[in-house]
């Protein structure tokens, strides 16, 4: 379970309560073997699933706003470090000795997920004109939907894809910051 966590947590810092709601629907599915430990298996109970779709819609919705969305980064500054403890905590034994890395390990993703979500989606936006800031938001949905649910059907796939995003996304990034600053350097 381990990488399980580790490929949720990457999803976590793209919308965290979407990767809860996914975990939460994937443990009381038949089909699917994900077991959530004693302290989070409440997430499983129907009404609790329920307000993880509503705020997962919600911060789609937030987050696809460019007002709303620089809000909604601030918020998730918290939201995500703590959802991805939350799935750390339901996958992997309190009990274990290396629970405390792995949670240190998830959080650090997630925050580090967020941030370059939002260092992406702010240079999208200024590359592409008038849908660049929805365009870049809802393909990094997207890429957060395809990691989870590959973090809990195939959970070493799910993580290597997780994390080889999470750096692909860091050099794009500061590739985009690079060519931009060196392109302004050049024009004055």
């Known amino acids: 379970m381990p990488w399980t966590a580790l490929g949720l947590t990457f999803a976590a810092g793209q919308n965290p309560y979407a990767a809860l709601f996914l975990l939460a ?3 009381r599915s038949e089909d699917v073997e994900v077991s959530l430990q004693t ?3 409440f997430l499983s109970h129907t009404a ?10 919600a911060q789609v919705f937030a987050d696809k706003h460019p007002r709303w ?4 980064a601030m918020v998730s500054a918290v939201t995500r470090p703590f ?10 034994d309190a009990a274990a000795a290396s629970v405390w890395l792995w949670l ?10 967020h941030v370059l979500r939002v ?4 240079q999208l936006a200024e590359r592409m004109a008038g849908m660049g800031y929805f365009l ?4 990094l949905d997207s890429a957060a939907l395809i990691t989870g649910l590959l973090a809990i059907l195939a959970p070493v796939v799910g993580a290597v894809l997780g994390v080889l995003m999470l750096g692909g996304s860091a050099v794009l990034s500061f590739r985009w910051r690079f060519t931009a600053g060196t392109s302004q350097g050049t024009e004055s």
Do not use: D, K, N
């Open 39 to 41: 302290p989070l298996t």
């Open 83 to 92: 959802c991805a403890a939350a799935i750390v905590l339901s996958l992997l």
């Open 104 to 113: 240190a390990v998830a959080v650090v993703i997630a925050l580090c997920s």
């Open 25 to 27: 629907v994937l443990a």
């Open 119 to 122: 260092a992406m989606r702010r």
């Open 69 to 72: 969305g620089r809000y909604e």
């Open 136 to 139: 870049a938001s809802l393909t």
């Open 48 to 57: 609790v699933i329920g307000v993880l779709f509503v705020l997962a819609g």
